[in-house]
């Protein structure tokens, strides 16, 4: 079955830089795009970063800049890169894929942007 598994959460100062990887299982990964959201107490869970099955990409218009998508699809694996870290990026990081008219989600990983 699908599997997603983050990793790479955790506590970073201000300014300070993470990258989360997403390994996958149990579907074609190079023919799917995959996506990184996040939660933040309180709030919705909204879509930071997504990248297609051909490299496209697109961002939250406030992580533009600062945040990168990439894929690996010799290892399954999808990243996200994050620079210049603030504590409004504080949240859980969820990754997504759509397999079979259904969506996947990872259990998520913590970031928590605080000095």
């Known amino acids: 079955q699908v599997q997603l598994v983050e990793s790479g959460g955790g506590l970073v100062q201000p300014g300070g830089s993470l990258r989360l990887s997403c390994a996958a299982s149990?579907?074609?990964?190079?023919?799917?795009?995959m996506g990184w959201y996040r939660q933040a107490p309180g709030k919705q869970r909204r879509l930071v970063a997504r990248?297609?099955?051909?490299?496209?990409?697109n961002y939250l218009d406030s992580v533009q800049g600062r945040f990168s998508i990439s894929r690996d699809n010799a290892k399954n694996t999808a990243y996200l890169q994050m620079n210049s870290l603030t504590a409004e990026d504080t949240a859980v990081y969820y990754c997504?894929?759509?397999?079979?008219?259904?969506?996947?989600w990872g259990k998520g990983t913590l970031v928590t942007v605080s000095s």
């Open positions: 997504q894929t759509m397999w079979g008219g259904r969506d996947y």
């Open positions: 149990g579907f074609i990964f190079s023919i799917n795009a």
């Open positions: 990248i297609t099955s051909d490299g496209n990409t």
